[in-house]
């Protein structure tokens, strides 16, 4: 079989969640099925590098397609471009076609099978999470049309199977709950790196998401702030992936010298900040998963969750659990996590190759 996926979300050199996820199932599949062919597809005026363990296996392809991005989405949202039809021009015909995410991908094969990964429907479920700019971004990629339009849909959780059921019609057959397992593994006997210098407290909790609303960073500093002046805690700092420009107005103008913040780690240093962290913070308002809990758990790392969404089914063994809106219950929290020894939770590569069973029998 040749299968056509859409590289783009793990083709850039900062990847997100999404990307890693993308990634490691693609991977999978071909390392699980060598005689089928992959054709990893990408557009944009660069040619972007895939990672060297996609480009050295003999069944994967790499094929890019020299549009600007811009140009791309511009056509791709009057339908003008198909990137299944683009690929298959340029490297022969294909059987199915697999998108890790939503993105434009333009006109969907009439004739053969196209899977769809859904991560969550936080879109639909909060439009005030996103901004006007993002907004736009859903309405022009036709999110919800694209989600119906595919043949079979992978959900990351029962969370998203049930809200893709409820909230846009699809039936329980065409979407199925895929395994997802961690994508930085902690490797025991290399210590972990520092990342950018001195800009890492001693003994810090780690957050993830500053700017994003839906990530909800303000529980995070709240609650390190007020632990902070109790007896034993005044040591405690909180570092935040982001741009220190989106804290909060009070904290932006205080700079307070224990909140740091982290803007585009790579993975190494997302994992040396996973591998120090005291504890990490994840009081989302909502998420279909929860991976960034897993790989911080793979390093030992004590984990507090929001209450919401799909965190209470997916979180790791051991993840302490709070409301996201009350970050006096964070406070408890945080120290019952921190009262915690450092056990790392091995996530069973098998669960990729599960993932890679799966998206072979949805074609």
Request: aromatic share 8%.
């Amino acid at each position: 079989m040749r299968l056509i996926v859409d590289a783009r979300p793990f083709a850039e050199p900062v990847r997100g969640g999404v990307g890693r996820v993308a990634l490691e199932i693609v991977d999978a599949y071909a390392d699980s099925f060598p005689d089928d062919e992959i054709i990893c597809a990408t557009t944009g005026s660069a040619i972007p590098k895939l990672e060297s363990r996609l480009t050295v296996r003999p069944n994967v392809k790499h094929i890019h397609i020299k549009i600007p991005n811009k140009f791309w989405s511009a056509l791709s949202i009057v339908g003008a471009v198909s990137l299944f039809e683009q690929t298959e021009k340029r490297s022969g015909k294909a059987d199915a076609f697999f998108m890790p995410n939503l993105g434009f991908a333009g006109r969907l094969p009439k004739n053969v099978p196209s899977v769809l990964l859904m991560h969550d429907l936080s879109f639909l479920i909060e439009p005030r999470w996103f901004s006007r700019k993002q907004r736009l971004w859903h309405k022009a990629v036709k999110a919800a049309g694209a989600i119906r339009g595919a043949t079979k849909l992978l959900a990351v959780s029962e969370t998203t199977k049930r809200d893709a059921m409820r909230l846009l019609g699809i039936k329980d057959g065409k979407v199925e709950v895929i395994p997802i397992g961690t994508t930085l593994g902690a490797n025991p006997s290399q210590p972990p790196l520092e990342p950018r210098g001195g800009e890492i407290p001693s003994r810090y909790c780690l957050a993830l998401g500053l700017g994003d609303p839906r990530k909800n960073a303000a529980t995070a500093i709240e609650a390190v702030r007020m632990l902070r002046m109790e007896e034993g805690f005044g040591d405690l700092g909180l570092v935040i992936v982001g741009a220190r420009h989106a804290l909060p107005a009070g904290d932006a103008c205080v700079a307070p010298t224990w909140l740091q913040t982290i803007s585009n780690p790579t993975d190494s240093e997302l994992a040396s900040l996973y591998a120090n962290a005291a504890a990490f913070l994840y009081p989302s308002w909502y998420e279909g998963y929860g991976l960034p809990l897993h790989e911080a758990a793979s390093f030992g790392t004590p984990c507090i969750a929001s209450t919401s969404g799909a965190l209470p089914g997916t979180a790791p063994v051991g993840t302490v659990f709070s409301n996201p809106a009350k970050p006096h219950h964070w406070v408890e929290a945080i120290k019952l996590a921190l009262g915690q020894p450092k056990q790392p939770y091995l996530s069973n590569k098998k669960n990729w190759d599960q993932a890679a069973e799966m998206l072979n029998k949805s074609f």
